[in-house]
């Protein structure tokens, strides 16, 4: 298989182009069809066509060069919001705004915040990101414009604008600029003065730890984010009941990526604990937790952990996934499916798998257990896999599952 560096400078650019005409490029970079047609057969172009084009694309004038590979599976609009959500990221880091932006109230960028969360909890990341740019510039001229001694709310606001940006470019390969705003999110957590958002962040943080293969510092982080909120269960609020359940969830989930069995199991036995107290799924500060929440955490962490048999038993006692997220009710299908293969139930699993990914692409594009588990399906059913192998965006008989979803499943 060629490497990104093997192909010449106009093929970069045709393969980033992608579905994008060489029109619509040209429409898009303000240059001549002409001037397309010679970049792409590798005829010499100024780097002012090269910006143009570099920009338009979404992308890095290093990947067009070959100096470095984009990110795989990623579309012509990822690499757009992820590019504008960075340049969102660090110039408001560094206190530069756009001049004529008007900060809206701190009601309006609670309304706001909402609705980016809606978004992404929708598995629309891409999108997500895209609206998280202006939010995090919105933000921090509010922030500029409140008053001494009440910014406190404002800087609540503006750490919850650069945890989504975060989480949005941890689910999009861009580690870098994950862990750049989860840093942002901190310090403005810290100026808040809001211990809730504190925890939040450093659960976020972990989870970027995990995807970075750091299993010994997200196992840490997490166990430290759910102890340092831990509620009194006897007077606690759904919200804070809600924050803690899903941060001992994930601390179970981490321990059990780090196939640490009794942690996971500890963790897992509080998580259902909190489920069962709080009767019923509840949604705060960008999170969602509840009775149905654990339980289908809980065949994700089994699996991890080998117990294929508990996990499902687990599966079978679930009979309604509708009061979850639409990604966590996708993540829990991609778990039974990953439990069902393990079990060797190849038809059942692939089943699982195909409902999925036809009825959350946009979702499955950023996942990676889609090819694990047709790894392990092998040529159980191969007309099948043909036809989830399209969907994924590999070929079964190339061995390119591994490499075209190297992005971790969490």
Same mark, same amino acid.
Request: net charge neutral.
């Given at each position: 298989m060629a490497q990104w560096d093997d192909y010449s400078t106009g093929t970069r650019i045709k393969l980033l182009r992608g579905k994008v005409t060489q029109q619509n490029l040209a429409d898009l970079t303000g240059l001549s069809i002409g001037a397309i047609q010679k970049a792409e057969q590798d005829q010499r172009m100024s780097l002012r066509t090269l910006l143009k084009i570099a920009d338009a694309l979404g992308t890095d004038i290093s990947v067009i060069h070959g100096q470095q590979a984009p990110h795989r599976m990623q579309s012509r609009d990822d690499r757009t919001a992820l590019q504008r959500l960075s340049r969102a990221v660090h110039d408001t880091s560094a206190g530069f705004l756009p001049n004529d932006?008007? @900060? @809206?109230?701190?009601?309006?960028?609670? /309304? *706001?915040?909402?609705?980016?969360? %809606?978004?992404?909890?929708?598995? #629309? !990341?891409?999108?997500?990101?895209?609206i998280a740019a202006p939010f995090l510039a919105e933000a921090a001229a509010r922030l500029r414009?409140?008053? /001494?001694?009440?910014? &406190?709310?404002?800087?609540?606001?503006?750490? /919850?604008? !650069?945890?989504?940006?975060? !989480?949005?470019?941890?689910?999009?390969?861009?580690?870098?600029? &994950? !862990?750049?705003?989860?840093? #942002?999110?901190?310090g403005a957590a810290e100026r808040a003065a809001s211990p809730m958002r504190l925890a939040l962040v450093d659960s976020g943080r972990s989870w970027i730890y995990l995807r970075d293969a750091r299993l010994d510092d997200a196992l840490v982080l997490a166990e430290k984010a759910a102890l340092d909120i831990e509620p009194r269960f006897s007077r606690a609020t759904a919200d804070e009941l809600t924050v803690y359940g899903s941060h001992i969830n994930f601390a179970a989930v981490v321990a059990s990526r780090a196939g640490n069995q009794v942690r996971a199991e500890d963790f897992l036995s509080q998580s259902h604990a909190t489920g069962a107290l709080m009767g019923g799924e509840h949604g705060c500060y960008g999170t969602l937790f509840g009775p149905v929440t654990a339980t289908t955490q809980a065949v994700g962490i089994n699996v991890a952990l080998g117990e294929t048999g508990k996990a499902l038993k687990l599966a079978e006692s679930i009979k309604d996934t509708s009061p979850l997220q639409h990604a966590a009710r996708n993540r829990y299908a991609m778990d039974k499916a990953l439990a069902q293969a393990d079990a060797k139930?190849?038809? &059942?699993?692939? /089943?699982?798998?195909?409902?999925?990914?036809?009825? &959350? @692409?946009?979702?499955?594009? #950023?996942?990676?257990?889609?090819? +694990?588990?047709?790894? %392990? +399906?092998?040529?159980?059913?191969?007309?099948?896999?043909?036809?989830?192998? %399209?969907?994924?965006?590999?070929? @079964?008989?190339?061995?390119? *599952?591994r490499t075209a979803t190297r992005r971790t499943a969490l």
């Open positions: 932006i008007e @900060p @809206p109230t701190l009601v309006e960028l609670g /309304d *706001f915040t909402r609705r980016v969360w %809606k978004l992404y909890w929708k598995g #629309h !990341y891409s999108e997500a990101a895209g414009e409140q008053p /001494d001694g009440e910014r &406190a709310e404002a800087w609540e606001v503006l750490s /919850d604008a !650069y945890r989504i940006g975060a !989480y949005c470019a941890n689910l999009m390969g861009a580690r870098d600029l &994950a !862990y750049s705003a989860i840093g #942002h999110a901190r139930m190849w038809d &059942a699993s692939l /089943d699982t798998l195909e409902r999925a990914l036809v009825g &959350a @692409p946009e979702w499955a594009r #950023h996942q990676a257990l889609p090819g +694990v588990i047709v790894e %392990k +399906v092998g040529r159980a059913s191969t007309a099948r896999l043909r036809r989830i192998s %399209k969907l994924i965006g590999a070929s @079964p008989a190339s061995g390119g *599952f």
